[in-house]
């Protein structure tokens, strides 16, 4: 009896959704009275299966082969497919990031079993596992099971709350790798330039929309941002005005954010806007309209001119934060 998490690798390390869901996971399997374990695929990977077991897997399912050194849909998937029928786990979770959603799915299909995906939150009842997932644009929330086995789902990042690491062991158990031919492979990496913090991993995200008026009036929100160590974000107006990137967009067509802190500058919260980001701890809405909708959803509204208040926080930030 198991629960396992597929762990999520890049540049030598795992991404901290892998950790949360894990963190998530030491609490289930405690629960359940099953175990934790994790699968990690790749190549040259075998040194961060500690880091698994330092957030609660006591096992670690290593698959690590040339022909995973790229992430592939079909190769990934044929592995933990044939790896699940296999050992016959009671759950299998995947961070809801690029990775997770595009494999998943492929997973659940081979494997022929139901999934969810975009979970906000996990509980046991009796030894089922009961799972809440936005719907709706994050209007509302649905409570569901998985009827067959074993239980998939996505998790979405920086919701679960991270364990401390312990110092702990796994076992390690090696995969053998014996993909049939793929058709599709990876050819080509192209990293986002600039070191700022990921969008859907940033702890914090200052986020610019149509009331910034122009591409260049975004360099206060970057300001403020790398005070704070945020990433920057926008709403789609701006995305379709050609100002900032797609891969900026936060909303239902654009990337679903859970960070800490998110800062709305001249965003007005239109629903499609929400349903990325409406998950945030805390949120901080600056708008000169005080009718605006996004104070609806705000822990902290300022009803100011952004142009006037950004430079004044980032001013602020420095001092506190000494920097
Ligand atoms: C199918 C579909 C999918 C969509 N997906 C997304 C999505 O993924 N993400 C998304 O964001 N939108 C999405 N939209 C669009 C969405 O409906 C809104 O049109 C969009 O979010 C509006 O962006 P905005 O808040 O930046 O602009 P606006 O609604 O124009 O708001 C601008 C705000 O800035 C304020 N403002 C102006 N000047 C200042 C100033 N100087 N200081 C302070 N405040 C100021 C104004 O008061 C206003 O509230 C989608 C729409 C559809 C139909």
């Given at each position: 009896m198991a629960i396992w998490v597929v762990a999520e690798q890049q540049d030598g390390e795992i991404k901290k959704v892998s950790l949360e869901i894990l963190s998530k996971g030491q609490e289930?399997?405690?629960?359940?009275?099953?175990?934790?374990?994790?699968?990690?695929?790749?190549e040259g990977v075998a040194d961060l299966a500690d880091t698994l077991?330092?957030?609660?897997?006591?096992?670690?399912?290593?698959?690590?082969?040339?022909?995973?050194?790229?992430?592939?849909?079909?190769?990934?998937?044929?592995?933990?497919?044939?790896?699940?029928?296999?050992?016959?786990?009671?759950?299998v979770f995947f961070g809801h990031t690029a990775f997770g959603k595009d494999l998943a799915p492929r997973v659940a299909q081979k494997v022929e079993t139901g999934m969810l995906s975009d979970i906000t939150a996990v509980e046991v009842d009796g030894d089922e596992l009961i799972f809440?997932?936005?719907?709706?644009?994050?209007?509302?929330?649905?409570?569901?099971?998985?009827?067959?086995?074993?239980?998939?789902?996505?998790?979405?990042?920086?919701?679960?709350?991270?364990?401390?690491p312990q110092e702990a062991s796994a076992s390690v158990e090696e995969v053998d790798v014996d993909i049939d031919e793929v058709r599709a492979k990876v050819t080509d990496v192209?990293?986002?330039?600039?070191?700022?913090?990921?969008?859907?991993?940033?702890?914090?995200?200052v986020s610019g929309g149509r009331g910034m008026k122009g591409p260049e009036n975004y360099k206060i929100l970057e300001e403020l941002a790398d005070v704070l160590g945020a990433a920057v974000g926008a709403s789609r107006a701006a995305v379709?005005?050609?100002?900032?990137?797609?891969?900026?967009?936060?909303?239902q067509t654009g990337k679903t954010v859970s960070p800490n802190l998110y800062i709305a500058c001249g965003i007005s919260g239109a629903i499609q806007h929400l349903a990325g980001m409406s998950s945030s701890k805390y949120i901080v809405a600056i708008n000169k309209d005080?009718?605006?909708?996004?104070?609806?959803?705000?822990?902290?509204?300022?009803?100011?001119?952004?142009?006037?208040?950004?430079?004044?926080?980032?001013?602020?930030?420095k001092k506190v934060l000494d920097k």
């Open positions: 289930l399997a405690e629960e359940l009275g099953v175990e934790l374990e994790a699968v990690l695929l790749g077991a330092a957030y609660g897997a006591s096992k670690v399912y290593l698959a690590d082969d040339e022909q995973l050194a790229d992430y592939s849909t079909e190769a990934y998937s044929q592995v933990i497919a044939e790896l699940i029928e296999d050992k016959e786990p009671d759950a809440t997932r936005p719907i709706y644009a994050g209007k509302a929330f649905t409570k569901s099971k998985v009827l067959s086995s074993p239980v998939m789902a996505t998790f979405r990042p920086n919701v679960q709350e991270l364990a401390e192209r990293k986002q330039s600039g070191g700022r913090v990921l969008l859907t991993e940033a702890d914090i995200i379709d005005a050609g100002w900032r990137p797609h891969s900026d967009q936060v909303g005080e009718e605006a909708n996004i104070f609806n959803v705000a822990d902290y509204g300022i009803v100011n001119d952004l142009f006037k208040v950004v430079p004044v926080m980032t001013e602020e930030f």
